[in-house]
């Protein structure tokens, strides 16, 4: 909820979001953000969501906990 808010007022390149949160979790938080800022590009983070998981959703990749940060920071510099 806190990062909706935000996304209200500034606009970021990307977010990185967990699956299982409180009170909004991350697959909807990625559509009403995505709605907020369609040019955002949406990356998951979890420990039990997979790629299955993410189709219809507006995420990018998801990535395994722990996270494979050369991963992650090769997606975001655009590598993958």
Known sequence: VEALGILQHESFEWMITDARMLPVNGF???REAKRL???????MVSAVSTETDIQGYPI????PKPIPVEQLLECLAGAS
Do not use: A, G, I
């Open 28 to 30: 909807d938080l990625s």
């Open 37 to 43: 800022r369609p040019n955002m590009r949406v990356l």
């Open 60 to 63: 990018e990749k998801v990535f």
